[in-house]
């Protein structure tokens, strides 16, 4: 029997605190670019990161579980995290913060897809095919309708700019297949500190290597470096995730998703804010329509229970 809780005052209060530290990384990261670039930040947090995730799972008396062969899964979804944050970092050397963090949020619409092939329980229904209709038409629009102007302050051309986007998209579409992978394999049936464990240890492996092997590897010790540093490692990539975990344990997910659209909204915020960001109508419009059609996919329970 399920017995998740509907959301109430405290879990909204989380999931806006989460939505606001999630739009936050792409906002860092390209703050800092000029100290050390976004792939190796990444890839330092991870490994920072993983040690604490370690850490905690020692102090909760949790012990890795190799025996069942879960450790070919783990290094499969870590190789689609590295992929993942590869295509982040690089992305965000052409495009904006903005841009990036509406197209990475569309996700759940490459997850849907795959878990509809993958799982018979995972079908999806009219009404998210319609949001599927709507999403890639958004993603159209914010692709085709473009005003010229490039990333201000990064001497980027507005081609560059599409080139970064399209790197958002495919960091989406690794980060959907990061899930459907986990939903169908073995490591649906591990705690979630070790399937997080997985990842931002070969994350790290490999956001370092291709750092360094592709000229990224510099880093400027100032004091901006190591307070994004700071941020990207505790309360991003260890205490949010695990808070989310804890969400996903105690309240209903299809409840928890739709909240988490606030997130490319609050990064638009954000980028336009700190970063002087332009908000283009075209772009806007398009992540608009997108993020509807996202959330009809991820929130159809929630829909279809309200009805």
Not at 27 to 52: N, Y
Not at 119 to 139: K, M, S, V
Request: aromatic share 10%.
């Amino acid at each position: 029997m399920d017995t998740r809780q509907a959301l109430d005052t405290r879990a909204i209060g989380l999931m806006l605190v989460l939505c606001l530290i999630w739009s936050g990384q792409q906002i860092v990261l390209k703050a800092t670019a000029h100290d050390a670039a976004p792939m190796m930040q990444i890839g330092l947090r991870s490994g920072i990161a993983a040690i604490l995730v370690w850490l905690w799972m020692r102090w909760r008396g949790e012990h890795i579980q190799w025996g069942d062969g879960s450790w070919r899964p783990g290094l499969w979804v870590g190789a689609l995290f590295a992929l993942e944050f590869v295509l982040v970092g690089e992305g965000l050397r052409h495009t904006s913060a903005a841009h990036m963090v509406v197209l990475l949020y569309t996700a759940p619409i490459w997850a849907a897809l795959g878990l509809h092939i993958k799982l018979p329980q995972e079908r999806l229904a009219p009404l998210q095919w319609l949001g599927i209709a709507l999403a890639f038409t958004g993603i159209a629009v914010a692709f085709l309708w473009r005003n010229g102007a490039a990333n201000p302050g990064q001497g980027s051309s507005a081609g560059n700019m599409l080139w970064g986007d399209l790197l958002a998209l495919l960091a989406g579409m690794a980060w959907g297949a990061t899930t459907v992978a986990i939903r169908t394999t073995r490591l649906s049936t591990l705690p979630a500190a070790q399937t997080l464990l997985y990842q931002l240890v070969v994350g790290c492996v490999v956001l370092v290597a291709v750092a360094i092997g592709s000229g990224q590897g510099h880093i400027n010790p100032t004091p901006a470096f190591w307070a994004s540093m700071a941020f990207n490692a505790l309360p991003m990539a260890f205490a949010s995730l695990l808070t989310w975990f804890w969400l996903l344990r105690t309240y209903l997910a299809s409840q928890l998703g739709v909240l988490t659209f606030l997130t490319p909204i609050f990064g638009v915020i954000l980028g336009a804010w700190l970063l002087h960001e332009p908000i283009e109508p075209g772009f806007v419009t398009g992540a608009l329509i997108a993020l509807a059609g996202v959330m009809l996919v991820s929130g159809y329970g929630w829909i279809a229970g309200r009805r």
